[in-house]
T-cell receptor, first 115, second 113 residues
């Protein structure tokens, strides 16, 4: 199936650990995003890559580091996890960023719980 | 001041009625406006987008945009129980950041049979 996929779907870990979330899209899109949705359901952009180049880098702690090995993959590594990192992390992709109506397609989300 | 504001709800709508959702935004240079639907525990999915003033209809959904008032709305006609979800308004910023969506906190809609 063509889609945006993320692994893992659930991640439960202890404070201070380092973890990674992986995202892959087979839609042939050039742009990928990471969003964080907190407990109040507020969805906020973190990063965006266009053709492996970082184009959006919001005010995010530098414990969060995205990596895009190719335009179909965007991973998120989180160092020294904190309680406040508990959230749902969504990956998304769009064809590119040049059109004003570019639809972003979201992955299923990774539910991160830091204990 | 939040950049994109929505009433959190819940908005209770009888089945068959019209649900009216509102969204205001602060950046006057905003270019494109999106409505996403998010079912509980699921990812957001696009319902429709609008970028010109006026109305845009797609099936039972109508988006309305008024840039002068910095206001965008979504009407859901003939509401069905399957429309029960959280509706997220999203706005792209200025012309040099098309891809950067600013989301509102969402309005929860509950359609009652």
């Amino acid at each position: 199936d063509t889609a945006v996929s993320q692994t893992p779907k659930y991640l439960v870990t202890q404070m201070g650990n380092d973890k990674s979330i992986k995202c892959e899209q087979n839609l042939g899109h050039d742009t990928m995003y990471w969003y964080k949705q907190d407990s109040k359901k507020f969805l906020k952009i973190m990063f965006s890559y266009n053709n492996k180049e970082l184009i959006i880098n919001e005010t995010v702690p530098n414990r969060f580091s995205p990596k895009s090995p190719d335009k179909a993959h965007l991973n998120l590594h989180i160092n020294s996890l904190e309680l406040g990192d508990s959230a749902v992390y969504f990956c998304a992709s769009s064809r590119d960023t040049s059109g004003r109506s570019e639809t972003q397609y979201f992955g299923p989300g990774t539910r991160l719980l830091v204990l | 001041q939040k950049e994109v504001e929505q009433n959190s709800g819940p908005l209770s709508v009888p089945e068959g009625a019209i649900a009216s959702l509102n969204c205001t935004y602060s950046d006057r240079g905003s270019q494109s406006f999106f409505w996403y639907r998010q079912y509980s525990g699921k990812s957001p999915e696009l319902i429709m987008f609008i970028y010109s003033n006026g109305d845009k209809e797609d099936g039972r959904f109508t988006a309305q945009l008024n840039k002068a008032s910095q206001y965008v709305s979504l009407l859901i006609r003939d509401s069905q129980p399957s429309d029960s979800a959280t509706y997220l308004c999203a706005v792209t910023a200025t012309t040099d950041s098309w891809g950067k969506l600013q989301f509102g906190a969402g309005t929860q809609v509950v359609v009652t049979p």
